[in-house]
């Protein structure tokens, strides 16, 4: 499990990290993020949605970690995904009712994780799980809604 915040892992996207890519390398905390992708059988992201989308770390961790080469391949071919033999599992939490996204055509919020990062990048087996209301949740209703989590 990794833990972006605990990690104090740095989101930003460097000029180090562009040179790095340019030599077909890349800094020694995303090597250790991507050893950890390639071992996995199934990445699974827990996360809050905030403004619609993910935390500025995830997608920092996105940027960084499923870079060309490594989750895919942009060469004079085309664009070749890399991590075809992955699923992923996200367990996102919200503030709203399921209704209010609703009501407002706002339940494709999870579209450009799903397909725009993980289904670009050849993850095709995705499970998502939202959990509503979360902040105002009491303590049983929330152990209740941990409970049916399923990975």
């Known amino acids: 499990m990794i833990d972006l915040y605990q990690q104090r892992f740095q989101p930003v996207l460097s000029t180090d990290d562009f040179i790095a890519l340019q030599n077909n390398t890349v800094n020694d905390d995303v090597k250790s993020h991507q050893q950890l992708v390639t071992e996995a059988d199934n990445l699974i ?33 085309g664009f070749t995904p890399l991590l075809t033999d992955k699923s992923a599992t996200l367990i996102v939490t919200l503030g709203s009712t399921q209704e209010v996204l609703l009501q407002h055509d706002m339940d494709d919020f999870m579209k450009s994780m799903i397909v725009g ?9 995705v ?10 949740l009491t303590d049983e209703d929330r152990q209740a809604m941990l409970d049916n989590i399923s990975i």
């Open 127 to 136: 499970n998502c799980q939202q959990l509503y209301e979360v902040p105002t």
């Open 45 to 77: 992201f827990i996360y809050p949605i905030w403004w619609f989308g993910q935390p500025a770390i995830l997608k920092g961790w996105i940027d960084r970690v499923l870079s060309s080469g490594f989750a895919y391949k942009d060469d004079e071919n």
């Open 117 to 125: 990062t993980l289904n670009l990048v050849g993850i095709s087996n």
